[in-house]
């Protein structure tokens, strides 16, 4: 069967997203826009995961749990898992490591924590937009050890992309990749090329999500869609 994906979305806990996106609305327009697997990954932090996943319950649809971590290298890698729990100890993690450096609202925008109805509950005070103290091996092995998803964020992109910090792609295990033109990208490793929304406004979500083909709508379904291979773009 083919399944409608979306695996990079952001909400008003990252800060370069928009105060109205709240992870309740993600998950609606999602069903709205027939996307079958859709997963939040906002910078650094999980702390936005649990209305997320009450949100998509409500929906009826597959909400995933992620992050997206600004490792060492500054390298920006999805980190996506099908139990929360797992989610928001890793997230818990990843928020340790972050340096002890302020946001600033005024100049980089707010880190709202909500809940299901979008209340602010809660303001996010250690900058979510910096490098944390943990490389992209570690990352790797940290999700995979989870029984998560890795995945390379925006790989063909010229700043906070693998290619472009580092030039190439390590090898090491990843669940897929991620681009904004994946027609373009030469070197794969023989991993699926994904594309993903980075949505960080409301008009934003579903802007670059795929279709891919699995044997069944879940997360297990995902998996081997993943390493099948057999994507389409939209």
């Known amino acids: 069967m083919k399944i409608k994906i979306d695996l990079h979305n952001h909400s008003c806990l990252s800060p370069c997203g928009s105060d109205e996106l709240t992870p309740a609305l993600l998950a609606i327009e999602a069903l709205e826009q027939n996307i079958d697997i859709i997963a939040l990954t906002d910078h650094n932090?999980?702390?936005?995961?649990?209305?997320?996943?009450?949100?998509?319950?409500?929906?009826?649809?597959?909400?995933?749990?992620?992050?997206?971590?600004?490792?060492?290298?500054?390298?920006?890698?999805?980190?996506?898992?099908?139990?929360?729990?797992?989610?928001?100890?890793?997230?818990s993690l990843i928020e340790a490591l972050l340096p002890n450096i302020d946001n600033n609202p005024?100049?980089?925008g707010n880190q709202n924590?909500?809940?299901?109805?979008?209340?602010?509950?809660?303001?996010?005070?250690?900058?979510l937009i910096t490098t944390c103290g943990i490389s992209l091996e570690d990352v790797v092995n940290e999700t995979l050890s989870r029984d998560g998803l890795v995945i390379p964020a925006h790989i063909d992109r010229s700043v906070n992309s693998i290619l472009a910090n580092l030039g190439f792609l390590p090898?090491?295990?990843?669940?897929?990749?991620?681009?904004?033109?994946?027609?373009?990208?030469?070197d794969t490793k023989g991993l699926t090329v994904l594309t993903g929304s980075d949505a960080h406004y409301f008009e934003n979500i579903g802007d670059r999500s795929c279709f891919l083909?699995?044997?069944?709508?879940?997360?297990?379904g995902l998996k081997h869609g993943l390493l099948e291979g057999k994507v389409s773009y939209i």
């Open 113 to 127: 924590i909500v809940n299901l109805d979008g209340e602010i509950i809660g303001i996010y005070k250690k900058s």
């Open 213 to 220: 083909e699995v044997p069944e709508l879940s997360y297990e």
């Open 106 to 108: 005024k100049l980089l």
């Open 171 to 186: 090898d090491l295990p990843y669940s897929a990749l991620e681009a904004i033109h994946p027609d373009k990208i030469k």
């Open 45 to 91: 932090c999980s702390k936005n995961l649990k209305p997320f996943k009450e949100a998509c319950e409500l929906c009826n649809i597959l909400g995933l749990f992620g992050i997206e971590i600004n490792t060492i290298e500054d390298v920006h890698v999805l980190s996506i898992f099908n139990n929360i729990e797992s989610a928001i100890e890793f997230g």
